[in-house]
């Protein structure tokens, strides 16, 4: 399949294109090692282009004066296409990421669900009124799309990621420049020929697909631009708000996570052996909520520890195309490379490997980027591999004798994305949800989200929130607009 390259992917005001200078992509599939598909690498130019015809779209057409009715009908068309597609989407995500058919199908699901919250919730939006204590002013807050929005994606959850942006700024009336990770761009060219089917008009949703190291400054660096929304890496985040500052233009990020699951001896055990092992094994660790460090009760811990390394083992990675894999291969070898890292770091800080942490031997496994779950104990806070995001399926343990010291360890991390804590007493859990500096807590339960709720980081896990009411205030203007209905002299100056 290398060197052929059918279909232009690249879809610039309502044209789909090749790249300027012909530039071409293969993505592998991470299971392994072939090459699913060769796909169009824009340029700089191609990034500038794009963001013209957002511009355009924006400022020229008729598009940002769509009535809510409207834009909520296009979503719900949307999401009813991406129903009809389902099987097709899964399986290019799965090509893609290398995650489980099973996962693929539940994010399109997400998605879908994404869709319809802000065809709701876009469909009820109306002014607010203020009341100024003086009948003849008629005081309204309206909300106006804030403009051309620039919204980049990662690899890990690539159709969700991005979906989580162009709801919301579709519904709020922007136009955009949407960049897909440049390893996983499969599914987000499916939804855009989907949006174009559903109606959305030319320029108003452009497609661009390519390395960040090429293209991201031309999509960052614009005076034309009006909103970025990034998810990824926190370097690449810090520098890409560095490049928009000169512009002010807004900038919200998601940057990961290094996140605490607190387990209070009095915890239900199973529930609790399960939602760790799932929390920080899903998808191969390779989640921003990933519930990577387990911080457990230290009358508890050897006996826990001891009861889910038979739990980790058990767990069937593979072929995400083959129904008996539990969990896929890690994105990419260069990430495998870097998960391992992590393993000799944390065993060099001196952290005792429980399981795991070697790359499968078997001739099944060679052409994959496969690695196992991987159980660190004795880890402490000082430690790199407990305070850097590995994005790998490696759990570290740390343990607490107190319910104040396990609110300090999970707080004790410049990230700050989600939390779990488990525990029978529901005042104690409410008091630690409380004190956890993080964007999300789950009591009881692990990994779970609802469009409905928002979505973000405190600290270096980011700017801004994604989902729920504020997910679409990120893509909103909020004009004041004061009327005097009975104009008069104010007489301030007495001239
Ligand atoms: O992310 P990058 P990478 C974390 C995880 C992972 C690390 C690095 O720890 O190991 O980040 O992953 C685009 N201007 N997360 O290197 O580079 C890029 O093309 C504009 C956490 O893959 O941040 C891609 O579309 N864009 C995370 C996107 O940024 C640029 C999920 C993310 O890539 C750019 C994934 C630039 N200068 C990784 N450089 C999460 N928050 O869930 C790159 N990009």
């Not at 929005?149 to 136009?175: D, E, M, R």
């Not at 760790?276 to 811990?301: K, M, N, P, Y």
């Not at 896929?328 to 490379?337: A, C």
Request: one cysteine or more; glycine letters at 10%.
């Amino acid at each position: 399949m290398s060197g052929t390259n059918p279909d232009p992917i690249l879809c610039i005001d309502g044209t789909w294109r090749h790249a300027s200078d012909g530039g071409t992509r293969d993505i592998i599939n991470p299971a392994d090692g072939s090459v699913v598909a060769v796909v169009d690498e824009a340029s700089a130019d191609d990034g500038r282009a794009a963001i013209a015809a957002g511009r355009g779209a924006f400022d020229e057409s008729s598009w940002r004066d769509t009535t809510v009715a409207e834009r909520s009908a296009l979503l719900d068309r949307i999401a009813d296409l991406l129903l009809r597609d389902r099987d097709e989407i899964a399986r290019a995500e799965t090509l893609d990421t290398g995650k489980t058919l099973r996962e693929s199908h539940i994010d399109i699901d997400d998605v879908v669900s994404v869709f319809r919250y802000y065809a709701k919730l876009v469909a009820v939006e109306s002014d607010r009124l203020v009341d100024v204590g003086d009948p003849t002013i008629v005081s309204r807050v309206v909300h106006e799309p804030v403009g051309v929005c620039v919204l980049i994606a990662p690899w890990n959850y690539p159709l969700l990621q991005i979906v989580w942006k162009i709801a919301p700024a579709l519904a709020a009336g922007c136009t955009m420049v949407a960049k897909p990770s440049e390893v996983t761009p499969l599914s987000t060219i499916a939804l855009i020929r989907l949006a174009e089917e559903a109606g959305v008009p030319p320029g108003v949703l452009n497609l661009i697909q390519g390395s960040g190291a090429v293209i991201g400054d031309a999509l960052t660096d614009s005076p034309d631009v009006d909103m970025i929304s990034f998810t990824g890496g926190a370097s690449t985040g810090a520098h890409i708000a560095a490049v928009a500052a000169p512009h002010v233009t807004r900038v919200a990020l998601e940057l990961g996570g290094k996140n605490p699951h607190i387990v209070f001896a009095d915890a239900d055990r199973d529930a609790a052996l399960d939602a760790v092992i799932t929390g920080v094994f899903l998808h191969s660790g390779q989640v921003c909520s990933s519930g990577t460090r387990l911080i457990i009760e230290e009358s508890i811990a050897d006996e826990f520890v001891a009861a889910l390394v038979p739990r980790a083992q058990a767990i069937r990675f593979g072929d995400g195309l083959d129904d008996a894999s539990e969990t896929g291969p890690l994105v990419s070898q260069s990430h495998r490379d870097k998960v391992e890292g992590y393993v000799a770091l944390g065993i060099s800080e001196g952290a005792t490997l429980v399981t795991g942490g070697e790359r499968p031997a078997d001739d099944e496994f060679a052409k994959g980027s496969y690695f196992p779950p991987t159980i660190l104990d004795n880890c402490d806070r000082s430690m790199r591999v407990v305070q850097e995001e590995t994005f790998g399926p490696i759990l570290t343990v740390e343990r607490f004798a107190s319910e104040r010291e396990a609110i300090e360890l999970g707080n004790d991390t410049s990230y700050g994305l989600a939390a779990g804590v488990r525990t029978a007493d529901t005042a104690r859990a409410e008091r630690v949800a409380r004190a956890l500096r993080h964007g999300t807590v789950w009591i009881n339960d692990f990994g779970v989200y609802t469009a409905a709720a928002e979505w973000g980081g405190f600290g270096k896990s980011g700017n801004g929130r994604e989902l729920g009411p504020t997910g679409l205030a990120e893509y909103q203007e909020a004009k004041h607009i004061w009327t005097n209905t009975a104009p008069k002299e104010v007489g301030w100056f007495t001239a």
